[in-house]
């Protein structure tokens, strides 16, 4: 395996990584104002990822950082021609943070709602706007010959992105109800679960239609035919799986399943892209691939070294912050004030 | 406006008001953790209760400096596309590292800090909060190290239209990371320590827990008095590498339009960019050649002759800084400097003198001095990015080179607009919380009881 091989890898790890872990936490402050019946659930519901959302985000910007290190022309290309998205997501995770960190400051009734609202479209925005943006990748952005996006706004909106970051969207927070599931108690346990529930039909129907439409509408699928493969098998089979064990009252497991349906999906995309990283639609010469997108082999081989020994340590202390608290937020430990 | 004057004024915009809180969580995480090291050791509840005091205050800024710092990370491929290009193979290295070393750790124990009062250990539960100002110093070890490769580029050569690595460890020990990398950081201990000790003075002030409040004033002080020295020495260091690898952001400094053999030191000019002169100057006879060499008789180039000398290597074009910017943010800086030195030993005098929490002058004084250190910060970054220009990396690439080519004026207005109004909101948000909080005082504690196990 080549460096640029190693470092793709790497950045879908991460980005998987981030999906899987900030996945949840934007699908808790989805489902804040509606599984809340009042203020000491919509805090429990906030603590439940208190300790973790922060961590989980840095997910991205590692992401963000060893793709500017390994490709810069990924990182120069996408950032530029996805330029309003990422305002939005930015700005978004601006006020997400804020919210959350902000929220229990002040006792107002106004201040609290503008925090909800924070956290509510802080976490909407961007689990939406992930599915758009990846599924424009996909599909091709026009790409010019020096690398730069020539396309305008309007093109990033067409609809199979837009079913895309629909498909991220409720995939989220789904993933982010079952969370809640295994994180609080009592009546909100029983609320959340039900809501997981009822989603499952409706997220099933989305997802089966972008993958279905992804035929049509993308590269993922050119060297399988009709039969997918493995990945997206293993997707399909994860996902059945999520209602086989909601029914049975397994949660937990039900939670790894949702987990695996995004790290799995997530999958299929990355894998069905490589060797290219941002396909352009003028010209298959214009396609941004691993190789001409790469820094040298010096910068990658001092990266990896600093990759593998970090890596390990960082999910060795993050696993252990999960560990920590690991025990359900209950009403009864939420202040009362 | 142009687009590429657009997208420098949201770099501006962006990263001044981000480096407000930046200097401030580097020196009050360290302080943190200094408070809750003394209740580690003494068990005297006093220092639970300023832990928590200016841990909460330290949590609100720390979220605006991460929020506005990855708006700083994206900024680069967003709006300096080609700048990314360029550096990418050599900056992108420090910043992932900055992600993989330090901004995991930062969180993840900041989370584990905040909500870990009970279910952590003692031990463990301060490591977490040394972790954190370790984590975030750290952080800004590899962002400095990036920025002194855009100051004097090392270790690279030039491939394809690039700058590629070629030498990892010129770019580790960097000659201009050295000086710029303590005296930055030194400024961040000043700021965190004129912080904790102005807001002790304004509690003193108040006669509101006075008692407890005068214990973190002596800490801040002494803590401040080291760092504002440290800052002062590290600062000349700076300035004489300066002289060596960017002569004409030293010539701009000081408004030094002709070289000159000794060279005197401006004390005060009107600088005219446009005829290229400085008038009704004030000026020091030999100091400049001692502050660049240490010696009373050597030479410092001024800016028409390294203007000529840059037209015959780099081509035709305008090769100064803005000249009065740089030249007014240096004094500004370092005349708050010496300040901050003073109010400093002026703290330590009283408190030798048993007068510390009587001295109303000083106490008000140095609340006063919690706003100035953002000024000095602030006027210290306009030096060394605005002294740069026109070269986003010195001698390499012009900023103007470095802009993306395919987002447009209209964008760049959305999102100037966007990102202004936003960062104002939480401006006046940040302040009134620590206002509001600052002014409550410290809560009382008691051994053993832990309250706020859920704090959001």
């Known amino acids: 395996m080549d460096l640029q091989t190693f470092w793709f ?20 402050g989805i489902l804040m104002p509606f599984v809340s019946k009042d203020e000491v659930d919509r805090r429990v519901t906030i603590n439940t990822i208190g300790p973790f959302w922060d961590a989980n985000e840095v997910w991205l910007i590692t992401a963000g950082g060893a793709m500017f290190a390994a490709f810069p022309h990924w990182y120069a290309t996408l950032f530029s021609g996805f330029y309003l998205p990422l305002f939005l997501i930015l700005l978004a995770l601006i006020v997400r943070a804020v919210g959350f960190e902000f929220r229990s400051k002040m006792k107002e009734r106004w201040w609290r709602l503008t925090a909800d609202h924070f ?34 706004l309007p093109a990033l909106l067409n609809p199979y992105a837009l079913l895309g970051g629909l498909v991220s969207l409720v995939m989220f927070t789904l993933h982010g109800a079952i969370f809640l599931s295994l ?109 001409n997108a790469s820094s040298s082999d010096l910068t990658l081989t001092i990266m990896s070294v600093l990759a593998i020994i970090f890596v390990p340590i960082i999910l060795a202390y993050q696993g252990w912050s999960y560990w920590v608290f690991r025990e359900r937020v209950t009403r009864d430990a939420i202040p009362r004030s | 406006m142009e687009a590429l004057e657009l997208a420098r004024w949201q770099f501006g915009i962006t990263t001044v008001y981000h480096f407000i809180f930046v200097p401030l969580t580097l020196g009050l995480s360290v302080l943190v953790a200094i408070l809750q090291t003394f209740y580690y050791r003494t068990g005297d509840i006093h220092y639970k209760m300023l832990t928590k005091y200016f841990g909460k205050l330290f949590v609100i800024i720390f979220t605006l400096g991460i929020v506005t710092g990855i708006v700083q990370e994206f900024q680069f491929g967003m709006n300096w596309s080609e700048y990314s290009r360029f550096v990418g193979d050599i900056f992108g290295i420090p910043l992932a590292i ?56 090392v270790g690279y050569e030039l491939v394809g239209g690039r700058a590629e690595l070629a030498d990892f460890i010129a770019i580790l020990l960097n000659e201009r990371l050295l000086v710029q990398m303590p005296h930055t950081i030194l400024g961040g201990f000043i700021t965190g320590g004129m912080f904790v000790l102005g807001l002790s003075a304004w509690m003193i002030i108040r006669n509101q827990q006075a008692e407890i409040f005068l214990k973190s004033a002596k800490i801040a002080l002494v803590f401040t008095a080291v760092a504002s020295l440290l800052t002062a020495t590290t600062g000349h260091d700076q300035a004489q590498e300066t002289v060596k690898t960017q002569p004409m952001k030293m010539a701009a400094m000081e408004g030094l339009w002709e070289t000159e053999q000794p060279a005197s030191f401006s004390l005060f000019a009107i600088i005219n960019q446009q005829e290229g002169t400085s008038s009704r100057e004030i000026r020091l006879p030999y100091m400049l050649s001692v502050l660049a060499h240490n010696n009373v008789t050597s030479e410092v180039r001024g800016m028409n002759d390294i203007q000529a000398e ?58 006063v001095m919690i706003f100035l250190t953002f000024l000095a910060n602030t006027a210290g970054w306009m030096v060394a990015e605005m002294g740069r220009q026109p070269w986003v990396v010195y001698e390499l690439l012009l900023t103007a080179d470095g802009v993306s080519p395919s987002v447009f004026k209209n964008s760049i207005w959305i999102t100037m607009i966007g990102f202004t109004l936003v960062y104002g909101a939480l401006a006046v948000a940040a302040f009134y919380l620590v206002w509001y909080f600052g ?10 009881v832990e309250t706020n196990l859920h704090t959001y």
Not at chain 1, 135 to 150: A, H, K, Q, R
Request: charged share 10%; with cysteine; aromatic share 16%.
């Open chain 1, 9 to 28: 890898i790497l950045i879908a790890v991460l980005f998987i990584g981030y999906f899987f872990l900030e996945g949840f936490d934007f699908g808790v």
């Open chain 1, 119 to 152: 956290i509510f479209w802080g976490s909407v925005l961007p689990a939406f706007l992930w599915g758009v943006a990846f599924t424009n990748i996909v599909i091709g952005l026009p790409i010019g010959e020096d690398m730069n996006f020539t396309g305008t």
């Open chain 2, 310 to 367: 840059m037209e015959e290597i780099h081509g035709p074009g305008d090769y100064l800084p803005p000249v009065a910017i740089v030249y007014w943010s240096f004094r500004i800086m370092v005349g708050l400097g010496v300040l901050f030195i003073i109010v400093a030993f002026w703290g330590l005098w009283l408190w030798w003198k048993g007068k510390l929490q009587d001295h109303r002058l000083f106490l008000k004084t140095s609340i």
């Open chain 2, 98 to 153: 900055e992600a993989l070393t330090a901004f995991f750790i930062e969180s993840t124990f900041l989370g584990l800090w905040i909500f870990g009062w009970t279910r952590l250990p003692k031990a463990v539960h301060l490591a977490c909060i040394w972790l954190v100002a370790i984590a975030s110093n750290l952080s800004a070890v590899w962002i400095l190290m990036a920025n002194s490769w855009m100051q004097v580029p």
């Open chain 2, 439 to 448: 002014k409550q005082g410290a809560h009382e504690e008691e051994e053993g």
């Open chain 1, 183 to 291: 994180r609080t108690t009592d009546e909100l346990k029983a609320r959340v679960e039900k809501t997981a529930k009822l989603m499952w039909i409706p997220v099933g129907v989305i997802l089966l239609a972008f993958a279905l439409l992804g035929y049509r509408q993308t590269i993922l699928f050119e060297e399988f035919g009709i039969i997918p493969g493995t990945l997206p098998m293993i997707a399909i089979v994860s996902f059945l799986a999520v209602i086989v064990f909601m029914s049975i009252n397994r949660f937990g497991y039900a939670f790894a399943a949702t987990g695996a349906t995004i790290v799995f999906g997530s999958l299929v995309v990355f894998q069905g892209m490589f060797p290219l990283v941002m396909p352009s639609s003028l010209n298959p010469d214009f396609h941004l691939t691993i190789y």
